[in-house]
């Protein structure tokens, strides 16, 4: 397959103003040194020795230098250049990154090639499905377009919809084509994969660092994602970087596409990318399952870190009839390896107060390397939790983490817990605080909660400094330079009570800080003025409503346009927006009763932040208002369409039916919904009277 890689270069211009001889030498070294660099970065198979690429490398920088009008921005020599950003501008993905969900156990397999079955209506005598398998790469998913076979612009996941450009980083990346075979769709194409850092490179990498005398890494993934973070592509060119393509994004669509993703593997390797060698096609569960122990055998010796392998149902028509369910589609599971234990000895437990004031049991442990980084601490959940594993002050425990999870304490070994005449005395459980260890605010355990909190509210500097630490993060307001300590001591020194009073901040009223240079100082003021402009879901989700989180708010965005529109929406208007449910409700319409809420919005708009309101997604059409519940199967239509027709006619899909259900439509195999239903006398529709009505 490698072997018949064509490295023919897109046409170069200017031929005729250089001298036929200089272009056709240009055209024929760049077609040799990227079949050199291929056969080295991406098969792993050197054909020449370095030195040879490097005297053709050299030839053909000294031709592009006296013929500077045969440079092309695909040209092997135009991986590094460019002085550094500035920032990184956003993009917005052409089709959202998703997520995919987690199985961990064989039961949880199972059950999702019983559900694929199910959705698509398979009977029990229907062959098994098809599954691709493919390692779950441990890096940063990334995603690359191509319009016309050249690489025009890579972004990072960043939040699924918008992502970081860092084009430039990618582009010194040697396993990235910088443009693809004569076969690559013309137009836009779009590929998706993940960039890593191979163990071997990451040692070292390390080594490296170390020896200059620069930090050195905790873990493959971290080095990867601090490289492609750096504003010089120069420095990043210097990182053992590598690509793996694992899908392509939607508006890749061309004839030649193949209709499978195993197909699109084969595709994606014979267009010039490095796919996943250990991938697999595998037959129903049990192949899932066998693929799963296969590489759990392979894990050590692999070149790469990776923490699970990803099952996509093959045939890509299949896939399109199995939709989405939030925000992962529900053709793909990730099926991961169990997180990594290791032993530790709880020297203390703390309390942590969090953004909405939720006291979090905290263990302070001896330092311990688990899951790629030294941890010393490590939550207990909640007091409930903490008290049915019983962990006590002095125990030996087992902690466990697994990529980016936070670290937990997962049980107790009490054959090892220390004796003494005093017992637990000396070590004792710790019980809830009846008061808050930051602001000596009552501390609420709500009786079918197990989440105590602390009532203080913003008064509380703990929660105030969460807050604002939420404010500025990446995803909400992505404040550059205002860090955990920066905050903390903001609301130390009582310059920050709330989010408003950051865009009052002064350069002299920072200088006062500890260890903060001038300037530093006029960078933190330069870097919050211009989160001044503010994009409205962002904003909504900064300002750290309970149950509301990223995906939420940009629903309400959509839905409501302005902010003015949420702070007066009652309870039946939010839950008009979809997937907003009486909880979620209910939280916002808490946060807005609380008029130092409001203040700090009408605070921060007179201190110059300002906002776009979005054209309404108005919710219009014969339906407006009306709450369906759907049970059953269908004879036509899959739950995902069922639900989308709802919501074209402006109505709800509600999951459960109670006294506000205008409609259950109910199909085969109905159950207690329908029953339900019945008992409090809601009108029950089949799919055809419920079609009727959608054409009202
Ligand atoms: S497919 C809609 N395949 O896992 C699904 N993702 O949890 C699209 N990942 O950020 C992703 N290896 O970067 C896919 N072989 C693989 C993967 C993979 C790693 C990452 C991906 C994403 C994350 C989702």
Redesign the pocket.
Same mark, same amino acid.
């Given at each position: 397959m490698q072997d018949a890689f064509d490295f023919s270069v897109p046409e170069v211009t200017g031929k005729s103003a250089s001298g036929p001889a200089a272009a056709d030498r240009t055209a024929e070294l760049r077609v040799l040194l990227d079949r050199y660099a291929h056969a080295y970065y991406v098969c792993d198979a050197p054909e020449v020795p370095d030195a040879e690429y490097d005297r053709l490398f050299r030839e053909l920088e000294s031709i592009e230098s006296t013929h500077p009008e045969l440079v092309i921005a695909a040209s092997p020599t135009q991986r590094v250049g460019a002085k550094p950003l500035a920032a990184f501008e956003s993009v917005s993905h052409l089709t959202p990154?998703?997520?995919?969900n987690n199985a961990f156990t064989a039961e949880e397999v199972e059950a999702f090639d019983r559900r694929c079955r199910e959705t698509l209506l398979l009977s029990d005598s229907a062959p098994p499905i098809a599954y691709a398998c *493919? $390692? +779950?790469?441990d890096g940063l #998913?990334i995603s690359l377009v191509y319009e016309n076979g050249v690489f025009q612009q890579g972004a990072t =996941?960043g939040d699924g919809t918008t992502g970081e450009n860092v084009t430039l980083n990618l582009r010194t990346i040697r396993s990235i084509p910088l443009h693809l075979t004569k076969e690559a769709p013309q137009g836009r194409f779009e590929v =998706?994969g *993940?960039v890593l850092i191979r163990r071997a490179d990451f040692a070292q990498l390390n080594a490296a660092q170390e020896a200059a005398g620069e930090k050195t890494f905790a873990n493959p993934r971290n080095a990867a994602a601090g490289s492609l973070r750096q504003l010089d592509s120069s420095i990043t060119a210097q990182r053992p970087l590598t690509f793996f393509a694992?899908?392509i994004g939607e508006a890749a669509e061309s004839r030649t596409t193949p209709d499978t993703q195993s197909g699109i593997l084969d595709w994606l390797s014979s267009l010039g990318f490095r796919v996943?060698e250990t991938r697999a096609l595998v037959q129903g569960a049990s192949g899932l399952l066998s693929y799963y122990e296969q590489m759990g055998m392979q894990r050590p010796s692999l070149a790469y870190d990776i923490d699970g392998v &990803?099952y +996509?149902v093959d045939q890509r028509e299949l896939q399109a009839r199995l939709g989405f369910v939030s925000r992962? $589609?529900r053709f &793909?599971i #990730?099926h991961k390896f169990p997180a990594e234990e290791v032993l530790s000895r709880v020297v203390e437990i703390d309390v942590q107060i969090g953004r909405t004031g939720a006291v979090t049991p905290v263990a302070r442990l001896e330092p311990v390397f688990v899951g790629g980084v030294t941890v010393t601490n490590a939550t207990l959940h909640n007091f409930i939790e903490m008290a049915r594993k019983d962990i006590r002050i002095g125990d030996t425990v087992i902690v466990r983490r697994a990529g980016d999870v936070i670290p937990e304490v997962v049980s107790a070994l009490i054959d090892r817990r220390p004796l003494d005449a005093e017992g637990q005395a000396l070590y004792p459980l710790m019980q809830c605080p009846a008061l808050c260890p930051e602001c000596a605010s009552h501390i609420e355990l709500p009786p079918d909660e197990a989440v105590a909190r602390c009532t203080g509210g913003l008064v509380c500097p703990a929660q105030r400094k969460q807050a604002l630490r939420h404010f500025a993060s990446r995803r909400a307001m992505d404040i550059e330079g205002l860090g955990e300590k920066i905050v903390d001591q903001l609301v130390e020194a009582g310059l920050v009570h709330s989010p408003a009073d950051l865009y009052t901040l002064t350069v002299p009223q920072l200088s006062v800080l500890d260890r903060f240079a001038e300037k530093s100082a006029e960078n933190l003021v330069a870097a919050i003025q211009q989160s001044c402009h503010a994009r409205l879901d962002r904003l909504i989700y900064a300002l750290g409503i309970r149950n509301v989180g990223e995906q939420t708010a940009k629903d309400l965005a959509r839905y409501l346009g302005s902010m003015d529109a949420l702070v007066q929406a009652d309870i039946a208007t939010l839950m008009q927006v979809p997937d907003v449910g009486p909880v979620v409700a209910d939280s916002i319409v808490s946060f807005f009763a609380e008029s130092h809420n409001r203040e700090v919005l009408t605070r921060m708009q007179a201190a110059g932040v300002h906002w776009q309101d979005l054209p309404t997604q108005v919710v219009e059409g014969p339906l407006v208002g009306k709450t369906i519940v759907l049970t059953g199967t269908l004879p036509h239509l899959s739950r995902d369409e069922a639900k989308a027709l709802i919501e074209a006619a402006g109505a709800k899909v509600s999951g459960s039916v109670s006294a506000k259900t205008h409609w259950v439509v109910a199909g085969e195999a109905a159950g207690s919904k329908f029953e339900k239903a019945q008992s409090l006398g809601i009108e029950i529709l089949d799919e055809a009277e419920f079609l009727k009505r959608l054409q009202l």
């Open positions: 990154m998703l997520s995919i *493919e $390692p +779950k790469f #998913a =996941r =998706r *993940e694992y899908g996943a &990803v +996509k992962a $589609p &793909v #990730a």
